[in-house]
């Protein structure tokens, strides 16, 4: 997706997502994010790869946590290959906001996306899956309304777009264990 058409699809979210009440409930996030998906969950992205543990990252708190997972080889076209995840507690990443419109600016980014953003049935109350082809990324996000979690894995390698199923696979893996 070209930078205007990001930057309308941020400002349409953005305005979605401007002051309303909120109306869910936080939970706590997850204290290990990195055990929301075993490096041997992983291995289906990269299979002749060496998945280690990951790394996790407490520096989004109390907004979120996160973990990432990194294999080689080094790309010079994108560096070395990651799965990160986030878990973001929505009540403080998006104070005062409602569930319904969380929702509905997780559909907006769907229909802004054009063809680089399609939604994903079948996994928490909004779902989609976005690519951003400059960093050779591919995003998988769900909302958890009841339990105020936005959960986002992000692929970042030369084929990131041809494992989005493989990608949401893990999506739906990683919220089960949420």
Not at 119 to 145: H, M, W
Request: charged share 15%.
């Amino acid at each position: 997706m070209n930078s205007r058409y990001k930057f309308f699809a941020l400002a349409i979210l953005a305005f979605l997502l401007g002051g309303v009440a909120s109306g869910a409930s936080a939970t706590a996030l997850p204290a290990d994010p990195c055990a929301l998906l075993a490096p041997a969950d992983i291995q289906v992205l990269a299979p002749n790869a060496t998945i280690g543990r990951g790394v996790m990252d407490g520096s989004m708190a109390p907004l979120g946590v996160g973990c990432t997972y990194t294999w080689g080889p080094r790309s010079p076209e994108w560096g070395d290959s990651a799965l990160t995840i986030t878990v973001m507690d929505t009540s403080q990443a998006y104070p005062g906001v409602s569930a319904d419109l969380l929702k509905q600016g997780m559909l907006a980014q769907v229909k802004s996306g054009g063809a680089n953003a399609s939604q994903v049935p079948g996994v928490g109350d909004a779902a989609l899956l976005t690519f951003e082809e400059r960093v050779s990324s591919t995003t998988a996000q769900a909302y958890f309304a009841a339990k105020g979690i936005q959960l986002t894995l992000t692929f970042h390698a030369g084929d990131s777009l041809s494992n989005k199923d493989k990608l949401i696979a893990l999506l739906k893996r990683a919220a089960s264990r949420l």
